[in-house]
């Protein structure tokens, strides 16, 4: 039997609600005039200026989140986390991330181990082996130096590390290109092959449970490949892990040496910091990589101890729930002016859809609320050329994140600062509006309500000085927090994914009816599917 709710979270939750309801009324334009409102809704983090004053939200609201995250106990579900309590109450696990960024001389005693021992071991067997490589001493099995590393994994053992190489390219090692292989589609690595030479191609199988079905084919191919040419007893200079299943890479045929081991109290959307991070450790060197978990460590500082108004994760977490509940979307873009940061959306669908897409609160009751908005965008000025229309006049208010990196200023056509204008205009814009302009003869009167903008869309600002190694760490540190902070709102657990197996189980019966074309379809498979399944194995018969 599940227990009465707590008269003290029924009555700030009925408060959040009605504060909501009136926040809809609410002019976002007056709101947003107020400088002193404006400084206060104005952060500033681990280097980051994060401005929420274009929200439309006021001090009643602002305070029933406050009131509202007292009653869930936010403060306690966040020191929890940060001293490695088993906050993933349905695995039964702490989630650690924190720890693979904290100072290395302050001892994390979990379950009476100091877990920092083995988090300073595997960053050193990591320095160690990306110096080797990059400095051309890590030889392939001809004595040829290494210049393409193929990164096989999937969800967060790719995402992470994807966004990251894409943003900091700037730092990469000049010989060192970093590939990347997640899809299963045989196409991806039948592409990436071609531009390969195996004599010089190190691939890392990236996998913490080393079992996920994508990255044990991929891996497989990936691994005849380089057979094809590298004698088996020197395929280790070739072929390396990094994983939480120590015994599964070697039932691969992995020794020790070639194992980057991490806990699984590393959650995979949360492992990028973890030796997850070890394609960007290779392009970008582990000086590189100390400074992304510094600025990581300095963000987790941050919302470890700021006051909860001037918490820039919490406050941005505490935006997408009132968004949810005033402006009634479920839908939250993050649009990065800078192509540098381009698979930026990529790596928040997981992060915030993974972590968040639950239904189930931590009573067993279904959670009070709509969660986990729906993640998504592309870099500005090209998404402005494509679904903007929808955010300035569509019939939902989407509220966005735009994510600027000041430019240097050093481009000769100037394109950097039209980038920039672009991304400032853009907040602006959705914010004002434009009245419909009621003049002019008749057929220009016709056109006018199609010409003006509703306005008062809200947006939040998130300013970079520059997309350095510590704010990138910062930045996605940042989101990591407000992930966790909205998870403990809706009172959900953010580090359990079950929503993603049933698919898997249903995969691997279909494969086998596409295996073998004249197996019986179960009787209880819908006709939709079965119809599609027969469809598809007549083509597959049509092809034999
Ligand atoms: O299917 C979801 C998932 O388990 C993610 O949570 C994870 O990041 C991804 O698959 C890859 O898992 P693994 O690193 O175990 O291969």
Not at 28 to 40: F, K, N, Q, S, Y
Not at 163 to 168: D, K, S, T, Y
Not at 219 to 232: H, Q, T
Not at 392 to 397: I, K, P, R, S, V
């Amino acid at each position: 039997m599940t227990e009465p709710i707590d008269p003290r979270l029924a009555d700030t939750r009925a408060a959040l609600e009605s504060a909501a309801a009136r926040g809809a009324q609410l002019d976002g334009i007056a709101l947003a005039r107020d400088p002193a409102r404006r400084e206060a809704l104005t952060l500033e983090a681990a280097g980051l200026v994060i401005d929420f004053s274009k929200q439309r939200i006021d001090e009643a609201g602002i305070a029933a989140l406050e009131a509202y995250s007292e009653a869930v106990e936010l403060e306690r579900w966040r020191r929890a986390m940060f001293d490695g309590e088993s906050i993933n109450f349905t695995e039964r696990r702490p989630a650690l991330h924190t720890a693979l960024r904290r100072d290395p001389a302050r001892p994390l005693i979990v379950d009476g181990q100091d877990v920092m021992i083995d988090v300073a071991d595997t960053l050193a067997r990591l320095r160690d082996f990306t110096d080797r490589v990059r400095d051309g001493r890590w030889r392939g099995a001809s004595g040829r130096p290494i210049t393409d590393v193929v990164s096989i994994g999937i969800g967060g053992s790719a995402l992470g590390p994807v966004l990251a190489c894409e943003a900091l390219r700037e730092y990469a090692h000049p010989r060192l290109r970093i590939h990347f292989l997640s899809n299963i589609d045989p196409d991806v690595w039948a592409r990436l092959a071609t531009q390969l030479n195996p004599a010089s191609t190190l691939a890392v199988v990236a996998s913490k449970s080393f079992k996920t079905i994508e990255t044990a084919r991929n891996a497989e191919a990936v691994r005849a490949w380089l057979l094809g040419s590298v004698p088996e007893d020197k395929l280790h200079r070739h072929l390396v892990a990094v994983t939480s299943n120590v015994a599964g890479a070697e039932a691969f045929g992995l020794a020790r040496e070639a194992i980057f081991p991490f806990r699984d109290w590393v959650g995979g959307r949360f492992s990028m910091w973890s030796a997850i991070g070890l394609p960007l450790m290779l392009q970008v060197g582990a000086d590189r990589f100390g400074e992304m978990l510094a600025g990581a460590r300095a963000m987790d500082e941050h919302f470890a101890s700021a006051p909860a108004r001037a918490n820039a994760p919490l406050v941005m977490a505490w935006i997408s729930l009132w968004n949810t509940l005033a402006l009634r979307v479920n839908s939250e873009p993050v649009i990065p002016y800078s192509e540098a940061l381009r698979r930026l959306p990529a790596y928040l669908q997981q992060l915030q859809m993974e972590s968040n897409g639950k239904s189930i609160d931590r009573d067993g009751r279904p959670v009070a609320w709509p969660s986990a908005p729906v993640t998504w965008g592309e870099p500005g000025t090209d998404a402005q050329h494509s679904f903007f229309q929808a955010l300035h006049q569509g019939t939902a208010a989407h509220p966005v994140d735009f994510v600027l990196v000041i430019p240097r200023g050093v481009d000769p056509q100037h394109r950097d600062y039209t980038l920039m204008a672009n991304g400032l205009a853009q907040g602006e814009a959705l914010l004002r509006g434009k009245a419909a302009d009621t003049g002019g003869d008749d057929a220009a009167r016709a056109l006018a309500a199609h010409r003006g903008y509703p306005g008062k869309r809200p947006s939040t600002t998130i300013l970079i000085d520059s997309l350095t190694p510590a704010r990138l760490g910062a930045l996605i540190a940042l989101y990591e927090h407000k992930t966790a902070a909205l998870g403990w709102l809706w009172r959900i657990n953010s580090f359990d994914q079950w929503g993603v197996e049933l698919g898997k189980v249903v995969a691997t019966g279909i494969e086998s009816l596409l295996d073998d074309p004249k197996a019986a379809l179960p009787d209880d498979m819908d006709a939709s599917t079965a119809a599609l399944t027969r469809w598809v194995r007549s083509g597959l018969h049509v092809r034999g």
